[in-house]
């Protein structure tokens, strides 16, 4: 019930390409969804994050799509760069607390 | 921009050995949180700390493990007796508001290496 799954686990987009990494959750009472990008040897950093109570939300090229019915969410990485390489992760809470992980996806955008 | 510090940034210790992993949160957050992550795998919560006490804390967090924020500004986690499988990156968390009601900012993490 706390897992968050996460797919693919890895993805390889041409440059310009749209990156689409997805999340499913099984807990009906989480209520903030987050998507945290790492690179090597770093902290996760928080990237864009979104509520339930909207459907989709966008900053810069990055846009989270959310359906509740489903229970499922995703980030979209339009117009992806090099430097977008990294390791993405979903997690969801409840109220703001402990965030639950999902597996993480290693993204490559090939130049 | 304020961030999350850690020291040290790779820790290498002795199985069985005490370690105490340090971190200075963001000055006006009032939550603190510590995740684990071993190689290759997914982020793991530990523990959060709020009011100067353990406000949740997972099954991974054992009696080995201890929390404390001796002053104003350092969260620290010790480890009594470190095994083998501690081996991880340690990152400590903050966040604002008054029920930890914003968004979770991440240190750099701290290296655990347990030989």
């Known amino acids: 019930q706390q897992q968050v799954k996460q797919s693919p686990q890895s993805l390889i987009v041409q440059k310009g390409g749209i990156s689409i990494i997805n999340c499913a959750y099984e807990?009906?009472?989480?209520?903030?969804f987050p998507w945290y990008q790492q690179f090597p040897g770093k902290g996760p950093a928080l990237l864009i994050a979104?509520?339930?109570?909207?459907s989709e939300k966008k900053e810069g090229r990055f846009t989270i799509s959310f359906n509740k019915s489903a229970k499922q969410f995703s980030l979209h990485i339009m117009d992806s760069q090099p430097g977008d390489s990294a390791t993405y992760f979903c997690a969801a809470s409840i109220d703001f607390q402990k965030l639950v992980f999902g597996t993480g996806t290693r993204l490559l955008v090939s130049p | 921009e304020p961030e999350v510090t850690q020291t040290p940034s790779h820790q290498v210790t002795q199985m069985g050995q005490e370690v105490i992993l340090r971190c200075v949160p963001i000055?006006?957050?009032?939550?603190f949180y510590w995740y684990r992550q071993i190689l290759g795998q997914k982020v793991e919560f530990l523990v959060s700390f709020y009011n100067n006490e353990i406000s949740e804390k997972s099954e991974i967090f054992d009696d080995q493990f201890s929390v404390e924020r001796p002053d104003g500004s350092n969260f620290t986690l010790k480890i009594r007796s470190t095994k083998l499988e501690d081996s991880a990156m340690y990152f400590c968390?903050?966040?604002?508001?008054?029920?930890?009601?914003?968004?979770?900012?991440f240190g750099p993490g701290t290296r655990l290496t347990v030989l």
């Open positions: 979104i509520r339930p109570d909207v």
């Open positions: 807990n009906t009472a989480f209520d903030y």
């Open positions: 000055s006006n957050h009032l939550y």
């Open positions: 968390a903050s966040s604002g508001g008054s029920r930890g009601g914003n968004e979770q900012f």
